[in-house]
């Protein structure tokens, strides 16, 4: 792991046990206990430090949606991975109006890759329908799949007004939302083994 690399880890562990607003450069510099100079080398401020993260995010989403799509658990899997990465990169979606508000150019990236995200998430869900995982819905994927990102990306915000806390549990729940949201468009065969293989 070189520095550019130990920054950004670091800055992603502070920024999820205390968040955004209260970690600054300084204290990146001070857990790593590193010189400024040495910061500064890699990063000008907080913000390139969270594209710098964001770039992660988009490669680790960009890996799960690659996974091949050939049964009901494979969906339940890509799932679950999914939910991983957002407890993973929980500070991120707790607050991402802030973050992209602050920063233009992190916004017009989260944009960008919100585009290819949905294209991803349209041929995942038309191979679902390929393999008879979902019903057909004529006309209505690409209105599934929005609330779908609705959800999946506001539901930490949701769960941390609602809880004033972000635990394992409420990821848990993030899922269990994701699954049940799907239900109705999911095939009678397969909506039967969603207790199953949720536990």
């Known amino acids: 792991m070189d520095m550019k690399e130990k920054i950004t880890s670091a800055a992603l562990s502070l920024f999820n046990k205390k968040g955004v607003q209260q970690i600054t450069t300084n204290h990146i510099i001070d857990d790593l206990k590193i010189s400024p100079g040495t910061f500064y080398y890699h990063f000008k401020n ?3 430090v969270i594209r710098s993260i964001f770039q992660l995010i988009t490669m680790d989403f ?3 949606f690659s996974f091949p799509l050939d049964s009901f658990k494979d969906l339940i899997d890509i799932f679950k991975k999914i939910w991983d990465l957002y407890y993973k990169y929980r500070f991120f979606y ?3 109006t802030t973050i992209l508000l602050k920063d233009p150019i992190l916004h017009n990236l989260y ?3 919100q585009k ?5 998430q349209q041929r995942l869900y038309k191979k679902g329908l390929e393999i008879g995982i979902f019903i057909k819905t004529e006309g209505e994927i690409d209105y599934i799949l929005k609330n779908l990102w609705i959800i999946n990306d506001f539901w930490i915000t949701y769960e941390f007004i609602t809880n ?3 635990t394992k549990a409420c990821f848990k729940n ?3 939302q994701t699954i049940h949201f799907l239900k109705p468009y999911i095939s009678e065969q397969y909506s039967k ?3 199953d293989l949720m536990r």
Do not use: A, P
């Open 46 to 48: 907080k913000e390139e």
């Open 62 to 64: 960009s890996k799960i």
């Open 94 to 96: 707790l607050e991402i």
């Open 111 to 113: 944009i960008k890759n």
């Open 116 to 120: 290819s995200k949905f294209t991803k």
């Open 164 to 166: 004033k806390r972000l």
């Open 174 to 176: 993030g899922l269990k």
């Open 193 to 195: 083994q969603i207790q």
